[in-house]
């Protein structure tokens, strides 16, 4: 399978704890992205990365929230001391330059 | 605040029916639009993409653009129970001044193929 891939697929966590998402982009893509979606939203832009450098992050990336890219090619999605209102599939994109962006499967947070 | 709307739904059209999605979006910069298919549970899925005015076909799928009104629409002729799931638009934005562009999705319109 040559897709995004994301693990872990589903995380329950208590509020308060840490959790962190990786992502492998598809292979020669230097794009990397990370979208937040809740139910009944369309996704939403939280930051992304071209190779290892981190280009943008929106206004929702709280300081709770990291990203990074080591080596320009995994990435992770750390979220400190989860909050209820964390709960969401946190999507991983990857593109080629500025075209369409292919995501993967998603991994579900839920904080309880 | 760049947007794109699209009307929520729900919307049941019955088997082999042309179903009918529209966005609008606030950029008049915006050059590139996407329509994803995301089925419950699932993450979007690419459909069509589309950077000039007109009409664009892929199969059962023709996506409209029309940039001096800033809409965007798909049609999906002889719908099939398989095609129910949220269809969402997605405009390329620029986030802020500087910025390279960014997608930005709408809510989302789900569909009902009913059988």
């Known amino acids: 399978d040559t897709g995004v891939s994301q693990d872990p697929r589903h995380k329950i966590t208590k509020r308060g704890q840490n959790v962190t998402f990786r992502c492998d982009p598809i292979s020669e893509h230097n794009r990397l992205y990370w979208y937040r979606q809740t139910l009944g939203q369309g996704p939403e832009f939280l930051t992304y990365?071209?190779?290892?450098?981190?280009?943008?992050k929106s206004r929702l990336l709280s300081d709770r929230f990291s990203a990074e890219r080591p080596k320009g090619s995994f990435s992770t999605l750390e979220i400190q001391r989860t909050e209820q209102g964390d709960s969401a599939m946190y999507l991983c994109?990857?593109?080629?330059?500025?075209?369409?962006?292919?995501f993967g499967e998603g991994s579900w947070l839920t904080v309880v | 605040q760049k947007e794109v709307e699209q009307n929520s739904g729900p919307l049941s059209v019955p088997e082999g029916a042309i179903a009918s999605l529209n966005c609008t979006y606030s950029d008049r910069g915006s050059q590139s639009f996407f329509w994803y298919r995301q089925y419950s549970g699932k993450s979007p899925e690419l459909i069509m993409s589309i950077y000039s005015n007109g009409d664009k076909e892929d199969g059962r799928f023709t996506a409209q653009l029309n940039k001096a009104s800033q809409y965007v629409s798909l049609l999906i002729r002889d719908s099939q129970p398989s095609d129910s799931a949220t269809y969402l638009c997605?405009?390329?934005?620029?986030?802020?001044?500087?910025?390279?562009?960014?997608?930005?999705f709408g809510s989302g319109t789900q569909l009902t193929v009913l059988p």
């Open positions: 994109a990857s593109s080629f330059g500025g075209n369409t962006i292919y």
């Open positions: 997605a405009v390329n934005f620029q986030i802020s001044s500087g910025s390279a562009r960014q997608l930005t």
């Open positions: 990365f071209q190779n290892e450098a981190q280009l943008e």
